[in-house]
Nanobody, 116 residues
Framework: VQLVESGGGLVQAGGSLRLSCAASGFTFDDYAIGWFRQAPGKEREGVSC????????YYADSVKGRFTISSDNAKNTVYLQMNSLNPEDTAVYYC??????????WGQGTQVTVSS
C-alpha cells in the first residue's frame, strides 16, 4: 500500500499550489481520501476530504473558498488545489485513506511553505 504526495514547495502569499496524492495497493474506490496538515509546534489538523462513493467533500473552515479537493478515480489520484495561500498555510501536508471510519493509510507528506 502506498500513498505518495507531491506538488509541495515554496510559494509567495497569494499564490497557488496543487498537491497530488497517488494511491496504490488498495481498492481506491472503497476509501475516502483526506488531506491533513501539521505545522511546526502544532497538532495535525484535517484540511479536506472526499468520499469515494458519492464524491461529497469536506473542508475545514480555515480553507473554505480557497482550497478545492478533487478525485480522478481512473488514476487513483486525489488533488488539492490551494489558492490564495497565506503564511498560516505553511505545514507538511499529508494524504490519508479512510475505511470504516479509520484513517488507515498515510503518505510521507509534502512540505508547503508560504512566504509573506
Amino acid at each position: 500500500v502506498q500513498l505518495v504526495e507531491s506538488g509541495g514547495g515554496l510559494v509567495q502569499a497569494g499564490g497557488s499550489l496543487r498537491l497530488s496524492c497517488a494511491a496504490s495497493g488498495f481498492t481506491f474506490d472503497d476509501y475516502a481520501i483526506g488531506w491533513f496538515r501539521q505545522a511546526p509546534g502544532k497538532e495535525r489538523e484535517g484540511v479536506s476530504c472526499i468520499s469515494s462513493d458519492d464524491g461529497s467533500t469536506y473542508y475545514a473552515d480555515s480553507v473554505k473558498g480557497r482550497f478545492t479537493i478533487s478525485s480522478d478515480n481512473a488514476k487513483n489520484t486525489v488533488y488539492l488545489q490551494m489558492n490564495s495561500l497565506n503564511p498560516e498555510d505553511t505545514a507538511v501536508y499529508y494524504c490519508s485513506a479512510k475505511y470504516g471510519g479509520i484513517w488507515e493509510y498515510w503518505g510521507q507528506g509534502t512540505q508547503v511553505t508560504v512566504s509573506s
